[in-house]
């Protein structure tokens, strides 16, 4: 099995490994245990593989028409749809009831058990949480919550709402921590040439992890690398690169990578598990 994409759940217990033939993998990522390999409707690019935060369902889809929602244990599938074009991204909701769809700017929500579809249209991403749910703008540069609509200079990469702050990695600009109220709380810049894609909270040590490439030229390895911060001040903690693995996701105790190495986060160093996860390949 040839790894082309990568996934986690919101809260990072479970991560999900995917072929571009459609098999998928996934792992919980605190007990190793391993669901898979099975045949699912996915085409790689884009985020359109997700799992709810309990790991009961998980989600597959192509750019295409064809989506699925599946059982992680069996890997039944439970509901197919043909009705969407040029998926992009794939989320659960926080009550798994419900799939939320990306195409765009546009949002379909398609509810587990019922065939009935609600779409909402300037909607880029949304981003579920018990105290504040959030979206993006159509144009991924303004964030949208209860009464509030916070503008930025640069698009949004990756975003997460945690302990009434909201975190943001910006294409080029960076990592922004937000109150609920659009103060700047703190920022913390990324390294000339460098760019995150995806950042995540580890609870154990109030740490929020950007994980980024190397854009420059010439392009020096390692290509891949992970910026710990300090939640609460934006301080820089430490960095490491990412010596093995192409694609990567993030869990709430480190970085699993498609060659099944695991980098543990640590308080002042990540620890290196080599193959820790049978990804197969």
């Known amino acids: ?19 571009s033939d459609g098999e998928i993998i996934i792992f919980n990522s605190e007990t190793g245990e ?11 690019g884009g985020r359109r593989m997700c799992i709810s935060d309990d790991g009961e369902y998980f989600a597959a889809g192509s750019y295409s028409v064809d989506l699925a929602i599946y059982e992680t244990k069996t890997g039944k599938e439970i509901r197919r749809s043909d009705t969407f074009f040029h998926t992009q991204r794939l989320r659960f909701a926080l009550d798994k009831k419900q799939l939320l769809v990306f195409y765009t700017d546009i949002m379909y929500t398609l509810t587990i058990g019922e065939k009935m579809l609600d779409i909402k249209h300037n909607v880029s991403d949304y981003y579920p949480d018990e105290e504040m749910p959030l979206t993006l703008s159509g144009n991924e540069m303004q964030i949208k919550f209860p009464g509030k609509i916070l503008k930025l200079e640069k698009s949004v990469m990756d975003m997460f709402p945690k302990n009434g702050r909201i975190y943001c990695a910006l294409f080029g600009g960076g990592i922004k921590c937000f109150s609920k109220i659009k103060k700047e709380l703190w920022s913390a810049e990324n390294a000339p040439g460098e760019i995150y894609q995806r950042i995540a909270f580890c609870e154990k040590f109030g740490y929020v992890m950007a994980l980024g490439f190397k854009a420059n030229e010439p392009r020096t390895e390692p290509f891949h690398f992970v910026d710990v911060f300090s939640a609460e001040t934006g301080e820089l903690v430490y960095k490491i690169g990412l010596n093995d693995g192409n694609y990567f996701a993030l869990t709430n105790t480190g970085v699993a990578a498609s060659n099944g190495d695991f980098y ?8 290196v598990h080599e193959k820790r996860f049978d990804v197969g390949n």
């Not at 669901?35 to 790689?44: E, K, N, S």
């Not at 986060?265 to 620890?271: G, P």
Request: glycine letters at 8%.
């Open 264 to 271: 543990e986060l640590c308080e002042k160093d990540f620890t």
């Open 1 to 19: 099995m040839k790894i082309t994409e990568m996934s986690s759940s919101r809260n990072g217990k479970f991560f999900m490994a995917g072929s």
């Open 34 to 44: 391993k669901f898979g390999p099975y045949q699912t409707a996915l085409q790689t």
